[in-house]
């Protein structure tokens, strides 16, 4: 059965710190990949969505950056954190090519305090 | 724009009482749909999901939607509240498997003892 695992679960960083959330999938090939992220208070918003290896698509101009770097390995990162980014940071995954009626699966999520 | 609505933010039920949360799309082409539920500081967890082989659809937990084309709707509903059903809960929409899946602002629903 496929799987997908997140880490860490919490994180409290200082402002100007770097950032690396990884986000990996067991049991299956070729997945479409995509990091949320929910800010206190506010619904899904979708940062970035990977449909093979280095490949990236922005959905919102930030502080951010993913990569994509083996096949079932998402990362998000950051050069330096502002205080704004904090929020509870969700990965998720979709198989490629099998039709709308699937839905996403999502991993247990990453709260990160900046301080 | 295809979109998709949960009206109220927040809803409030007594344990026990029927829980009705409310789900639009905005499309002229009835898309797939999906209820996600999240708990306090965890992912979201697939409730149920339509795909037209039936307008009623049965989830875990005792919940359940129908799917209503001509009021363009999707709500969920769950005969009694049970406390543990205190989460928020996510509407969601995909229109083709080339499109991402668009979700709602989310319900917070609380259960009164």
Redesign the interface.
């Known amino acids: 059965s496929q799987t997908i695992h997140?880490w860490p679960a919490t994180l409290v960083q200082p402002v100007g710190s770097p950032l690396s959330l990884e986000c990996t999938v067991e049991g299956t090939s070729n997945p479409n990949l995509?990091w949320y992220r929910q800010a206190a208070g506010?619904?899904?918003q979708?940062l970035f969505?990977s449909v093979g290896i280095g490949q990236i698509s922005s959905e919102v101009p930030q502080n951010l950056s993913a990569s994509r770097p083996q096949d079932r390995q998402f990362i998000l990162s950051s050069k330096k954190l502002l205080l704004s980014d904090s929020g509870?940071y969700?990965c998720?995954w979709?198989p490629r090519?099998?039709?709308?009626?699937y839905?996403?699966?999502?991993?247990?999520?990453t709260?990160l305090t900046v301080v | 724009a295809q979109s998709v609505t949960q009206l109220g933010s927040h809803v409030s039920v007594s344990e026990g009482a029927l829980v009705l949360l409310r789900c639009n799309y905005s499309s002229s082409v009835p898309?797939?749909l999906?209820w996600?539920v999240q708990y306090p500081?965890?992912?979201?967890?697939?409730l149920l999901?339509y795909?037209s082989a039936a307008t009623l659809v049965k989830g875990i937990n005792g919940f359940e939607a129908e799917f209503k084309k001509s009021e363009t709707s999707f709500h969920l509903t769950k005969p009694s509240a049970h406390m543990s059903d205190a989460a928020e809960y996510?509407c969601?929409v995909?229109?083709?498997?080339a499109?991402?899946?668009i979700?709602?602002?989310?319900t917070r629903l609380s259960i009164r003892p």
């Open positions: 997140q995509y506010r619904g899904l979708l969505y509870f969700l998720a979709s090519g099998t039709g709308a009626t839905g996403y699966t999502f991993g247990s999520g709260r | 898309p797939y999906f996600y500081n965890q992912g979201l967890q697939l999901k795909t996510f969601a995909r229109y083709s498997s499109s991402k899946i979700f709602g602002s989310g």
